[in-house]
Structure formats: structure tokens, C-alpha cells
């Protein structure tokens, strides 16, 4: 069986803690995209993990994770995040991780463009990670990255890969930016100290996962951000530098060829996003402050205030629809018990027209929202575990929107803990 678990909107839907609970049914989970500008954080009788590059099975005991071809890998990063994970106790060996030979390495002349760039910007900048994603996602695509097999090559082999794409790299680093010029040889020194240690996990994904696959096990696609964040088919160019959509799963990972089973889209119950770009639904003064409260909707890693709205009728049907999703989480609806009435945007206005497609371009820049209240649910339902616990509010609150989005609402969670969750 062949899951992708996957966001529907802008990121922040709660993925972390559908994930732990999916977790539990699987022998393997994969990621297939993106490197260590996004993570989770997942609390257990451990500790507290923030996982930004190996995947969330790495917490639970007997799964395998694997980390496809599709991510870009800061391996002074991942290094660091093993390192952390096993000083809490966490065995991490060549059997529970394999890291794919076609995934690109993320160098630290990466880092240093994305920084460059962030800053010759100045208050125009995108708001990047500044953790070299879009710049090593470049070099992918002009054939010029360097890649997790290529830790095998010998010290002469790898010198002249790194002086034949540095050679290219210091045009723009020191001939535009005017920064100090990359060396090949301190690039190898760092090639060897972060991927010596990782050597042991390199596997070549597809006959990994081809085998799983044939032998029945359950395999788990682990996403990173959210449709609208997805190179293609997101709010570009506020997205991230790769695919994020489910259809992407299987390629990034290592079985093109397959099809997934289940999509389960994780969705919250009103609307979160994080920096810049068109958020039509957002709320703004008294409305959008109390709902940040009640969500907690501040950054985990920078703990800068999100932006926040309603339901977004016409963004949510259009993730739904472009992850292919089988199936929904909602997620937080606990967080709008203090309404008196639920703000929801239904369309959106683009240009004096009513607007149910989510648009593009100049289109979405011009659209407002318009929106619709719901009742509130009047009461606190964080402590409902069935179907038949929840106010006739918020039921009825539910199915609008699995009509409106078009796909079966599977599981509503209700608090941040594993058993806050009611199975529909
Ligand atoms: P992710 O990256 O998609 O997992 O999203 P976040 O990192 O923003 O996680 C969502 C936050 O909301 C975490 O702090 C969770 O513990 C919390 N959370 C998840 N589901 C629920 C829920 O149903 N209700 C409440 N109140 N909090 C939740």
C-alpha cells in the first residue's frame, strides 16, 4: 500500500502530528523533496525533536526511512540532526535510515548565494531560509549539483567535479556578488568530513523501494510544505524551489512507475501563512490577533507571527484537488470554540467578478475575499472523541466543508495530542 501524506494549503496544517499517528501503520516512510528549510516538531516520551531533513519515522521503533532522490541534503545538517537524535537515545544505523545516490548535496557555496541574494534584495526579499534551496535546486537543473553518489568517487575524481562546477559557481559569487571565491580543495575537505559518516546509508532507492513494494509493506510519503508552496502550482514565486504535490511522490522517492493507494491531505480549520505572497482570506487588526491566540500561530522556529483568516474555501478546494487526496484531516478545530460566528471566505472578488477557482497571476494579486459566517459551536470540543460528541454547530460546520472541497473528511483533530482525534 502506497500512502502520501500531504498539505493542502500554505504549510503549518498540523502534518507533524497526522503523520505520528499514520506512523504506526507503516514499515516505511519516504520523503521526496525539499531539504532542511521546513520541519516538524514531534513531542514524545523522549523528548522534544525538531526533525528538518530525516523523516518522521526515524522517531518510532521498526520503520525504515528513506530520503529520496527528489530532496536537496545539507549533509553538515543532517549530520548534526543524527548526531542530536542519538545523544537522546535514538539508534539511527544503515537498517532504519537509507539515503538515496541521486539525492543532490546542498554546499555550502549554496548557502552562501542564497545569502547574497537575500541581502542584495534588501527589503524586496522573498524571505527565504537562507539555507541554499533554491540555489541548490539550481544547480540540479543547469547539471551542475553535486550528488549523493559522488561521495563514493576517490579525492581526484570529486577535486575535478568541484573545480569544474566552481569554475562556474565564482562568476556569479565573487565576479557578481564580489564575495571571496570557493575553493575546490576546501570543498572537498567538507565533502569528506560531513559525508564520510553518511556514506554508510547511501542506497539506491528505487531497487530499495521496488522490493518493499513487492513484498506487500506499507510505504508512507512524507511531504514538505503545502500545495501553494508547490514550484509549479503554487502562489510562485512565493513557493518553494521543488514539488511538493503527492504526484511527485513516487518520482522524488524512487518508484516513478507507481501509483499511490491513499492521499491523506492534512487541512487545518481556518487558515495560517508564513511570509510573504497573496493570502486572500488573511484577517487583519482585533479578528486575526485573537485567532492567531487561540491557534498559536507563531513561527516554531523564529517565533514571528503568522498571518491567519478563515476557512479558505476557494485555496482548499483547489489544494484538495491538486494533491489528488483520497481523504482529509481537518485539523484545529478545537481552536474556533471561543466564536460567537465562524468567518469562512466562500469565492473570492477578482476584478468585480465572483471567483470559486483558485486563480493565478495578476488575477489572485487583485482578489479580496468575500466571506460568510458560520455559528459558532458553543462549546470547548477539545475533549470529543466521536462524531456523535460534537455540538450540531460544528458537525454541520464539517460537512460544509467536505461538500465545498469535494473530499471525505476522515479525521477531525481536536487538540495537539495523539488521542485528540475523532475518527469520522
Ligand atoms: P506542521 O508543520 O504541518 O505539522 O504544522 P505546525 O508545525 O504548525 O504544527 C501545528 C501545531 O499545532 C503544533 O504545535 C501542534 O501540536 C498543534 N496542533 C496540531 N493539531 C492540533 C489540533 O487539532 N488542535 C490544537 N489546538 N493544536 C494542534
Not at 502534518?15 to 499517528?21: A, E, F, I, N, S
Amino acid at each position: 500500500m502506497l500512502t502520501a501524506i500531504v498539505g493542502t494549503n500554505w504549510g503549518d496544517e498540523g502534518k507533524g502530528r497526522m503523520v505520528d499517528l499514520l506512523c504506526e501503520e507503516m514499515d516505511v516512510v519516504a520523503r521526496y523533496q525539499g531539504g532542511n528549510n521546513a520541519g516538524h516538531t514531534v513531542i514524545n516520551d523522549r523528548g522534544k525533536f525538531i526533525l528538518n531533513l530525516l523523516p518522521s519515522g526515524i522517531l518510532h521503533e521498526n520503520k525504515v526511512n528513506l530520503m529520496g532522490n527528489g530532496m536537496v541534503i545539507d549533509i553538515e545538517h543532517l549530520c548534526g540532526e543524527i548526531e542530536k537524535l542519538r545523544a537522546a537515545g535514538v539508534s539511527i544505523t544503515p537498517d532504519n535510515l537509507k539515503i538515496s545516490s541521486g539525492a543532490t548535496i546542498t554546499m555550502p557555496y549554496d548557502k552562501a548565494m542564497d545569502i547574497l541574494e537575500e541581502d542584495r534584495l534588501g527589503d524586496a526579499k522573498y524571505g527565504s531560509t537562507r539555507r541554499g534551496i533554491a540555489p541548490v535546486y539550481g544547480d540540479k537543473y543547469m547539471k551542475k549539483g553535486v550528488r549523493i553518489a559522488d561521495l563514493l568517487y576517490s579525492d581526484e575524481e570529486l577535486l575535478a567535479e568541484l573545480e569544474n562546477i566552481l569554475s562556474w559557481k565564482n562568476l556569479t559569487i565573487h565576479g557578481g556578488y564580489g564575495a571571496e571565491p570557493y575553493k575546490a580543495g576546501d570543498m572537498l575537505a567538507w565533502l569528506r568530513k560531513f559525508g564520510d559518516p553518511i556514506k554508510p546509508f547511501i542506497t539506491n532507492s528505487t531497487v530499495y523501494l521496488t522490493q518493499q513494494h513487492k513484498a506487500g509493506k506499507n510505504i508512507m510519503f512524507e511531504a514538505q510544505l503545502g500545495t501553494l508552496r508547490d514550484i509549479d502550482y503554487g502562489i510562485y514565486p512565493y513557493t518553494t524551489s521543488s514539488t511538493t504535490l503527492a504526484a511527485f511522490a513516487p518520482i522524488g522517492a524512487g518508484v516513478p512507475g507507481l501509483r499511490l493507494d491513499r492521499v491523506v491531505g492534512v487541512m487545518k480549520a481556518y487558515s495560517s501563512c508564513v511570509g510573504a505572497g497573496p493570502f486572500t482570506c488573511e484577517l487583519f487588526g482585533e479578528k486575526g490577533d485573537e485567532l492567531r491566540e487561540a491557534g498559536g500561530e507563531y513561527g516554531a522556529a523564529t517565533g514571528r507571527p503568522r498571518r491567519v483568516g478563515g476557512f479558505d474555501v476557494v485555496a482548499s478546494r483547489y489544494g484538495a484537488m491538486m494533491q489528488g487526496c483520497t481523504e482529509i484531516a481537518l485539523t484545529k478545530l478545537d481552536v474556533l470554540s471561543y466564536l460567537k460566528e465562524i468567518p469562512v471566505c466562500v469565492s473570492y472578488d477578482c476584478y468585480g467578478e465572483t471567483e470559486h477557482d483558485f486563480p493565478t497571476g495578476h488575477r489572485l494579486d487583485a482578489a479580496k475575499p468575500n466571506y460568510e459566517y458560520f455559528e459558532g459551536f458553543g462549546a470547548d470540543i477539545s475533549s470529543c472523541r466521536k462524531k456523535e460528541d460534537l455540538p450540531a454547530a460544528a458537525r454541520r460546520y464539517i460537512d460544509y466543508i467536505e461538500r465545498e472541497v469535494d473530499c471525505r473528511i476522515s479525521y477531525v483533530s481536536v487538540g495537539p495530542a495523539r488521542e485528540d482525534i475523532i475518527y469520522m
